[in-house]
């Protein structure tokens, strides 16, 4: 079932909207050349962007627009094993295809009077352990070597 909204687009394409961005060419071959350096490093990168990069974790207005052009260039490398975002205030966990999980945090704007959303990350050789504190979920974000 496609999910309309007031402007007219459906589903992915909800995304294109004005409070939203996308990413240029410069700075997908900085990250294409980022990745590269990880790799032959044998490092293990977590990419942060405040648009999240997975619909499976943000609703579809709250992607990057050119979100699947930034998980083209990621998913070439072994290398990354989470993506981190906010901009979706709600909150949401996914892990895709390649297995990248994608961790949008919830944010304090949305919390009402007396309750909060904040965490700290634990970070290990297979995971990062986020520690929610109050509206923020604790999650676990577990993966290969």
Known sequence: MEKNSPNGLV????RFVKFNGGVGKEQLEWL????????KSNQKVVVCCHIPLDPGASLEESLLWNYDEVMDVIHQYD?????????DHKGGHSIDSCGVHHRVFE???ECPPGTDAFGYIDVYEDRLSLIGTDRMASSEMVFNH
């Open 32 to 39: 294409d050349k980022t990745l590269q350096d990880a790799t």
């Open 11 to 14: 589903d992915l394409e909800r």
């Open 107 to 109: 944010a304090a704007l």
């Open 79 to 87: 290398c990354v094993k989470v993506c981190l975002a906010g901009h």
